[in-house]
């Protein structure tokens, strides 16, 4: 019998057996391919676009699943509780019952980090070899993350905090320290003191998601670390971000000036 004559044969033998294995075995003693090939390829990751220099490529518009910026411990929070201190368990529950003018993003100041990145708007990575740029349709805010090696700022607080990322193979992680105490977390009244550290991890997963994963470190308010994970979409709908005024919206909720339909969103 020649070789190829043996192999349709032991094929034949295999296929009675009606498992799944015998048809992967069948396929690699016609092809010639070794099982240690065809599992690589079942394993390797998918393909994602990457930048001249080799970097996974972030760059587009991105937003995150509606509702997750209204209450945290719904959905993205590791454990579904944040380890609050005594203290701080109480000036939470405060801020919760007063929510509808405490929060501060009601005052249309800056969201902070990571508020921002979930926030019901969405989101514009630009990506040099030296930082991270991202603009967003909130109010213009942006951020700066610098990957050439360079030191925060020292003594400063920011709204945004301060972020200086670096690459772990495919990952973009990114410390942000130097943050204020005016900002919260989410709607839900969850909160951090200026104390507050965070480590983010941007893994593009595919050509069209970020896994964005947040590691939350504040000693003022809580009794130990905790994580949150949640995915970032790509909006191929888009072109551009758009602009949301909130202090003009605000304004134009109270009846202080007339809505523009030339430049302003339609009402829904």
């Known amino acids: 019998m020649?070789?190829?004559?043996?192999?349709?044969?032991?094929?034949?033998?295999?296929?009675?057996?009606?498992?799944?294995?015998?048809?992967?075995?069948?396929?690699?003693?016609?092809?010639?391919?070794?099982?240690?090939?065809?599992?690589?390829?079942?394993?390797?990751?998918a393909a994602i676009p990457r930048t001249a220099d080799g970097k996974p490529d972030l760059q587009g518009i991105w937003k995150a699943a509606s509702g997750i910026a209204a209450d945290l411990t719904k959905g993205v929070v590791e454990g579904g509780s944040i380890p609050y201190q005594p203290s701080a368990a109480k000036q939470r529950a405060e801020n919760f019952a007063a929510r509808a003018t405490a929060d501060p993003l009601s005052k249309c100041y800056m969201p902070g980090v990571p508020r921002i990145m979930y926030l019901d708007y969405p989101f514009h990575i630009f990506q040099t070899n030296d930082a991270v740029a991202i603009t967003f349709a909130w109010q213009q805010v942006f951020r700066l993350i610098h990957t050439n090696g360079s030191k925060p700022a020292d003594g400063i607080e920011f709204w945004m905090g301060d972020s200086r990322g670096r690459w772990e193979g495919d990952t973009l992680v990114v410390n942000v320290t130097n943050h204020n105490d005016r900002t919260w977390l989410d709607a839900a009244g969850n909160f951090h003191s200026e104390a507050l550290k965070l480590v983010e991890r941007f893994t593009l997963i595919d050509?069209?998601?970020?896994?964005?994963?947040?590691?939350?470190?504040?000693?003022?308010?809580?009794t130990k670390p905790w994580k949150m994970s949640l995915p970032l979409s790509r909006q191929k709908n888009l072109t551009r971000i758009l602009e949301y005024q909130c202090q003009a919206e605000a304004e134009e909720a109270n009846g202080l000036f007339e809505r523009d339909p030339r430049t302003w969103y339609p009402k829904k």
Do not use: N, W
């Open 207 to 222: 050509q069209d998601t970020i896994r964005y994963e947040v590691t939350v470190e504040d000693p003022k308010v809580f």
């Open 2 to 45: 020649t070789p190829s004559g043996r192999q349709v044969y032991l094929c034949i033998l295999l296929f009675r057996t009606r498992a799944t294995l015998p048809f992967v075995l069948c396929a690699l003693l016609v092809t010639g391919r070794s099982a240690v090939s065809v599992l690589e390829a079942q394993t390797r990751p």
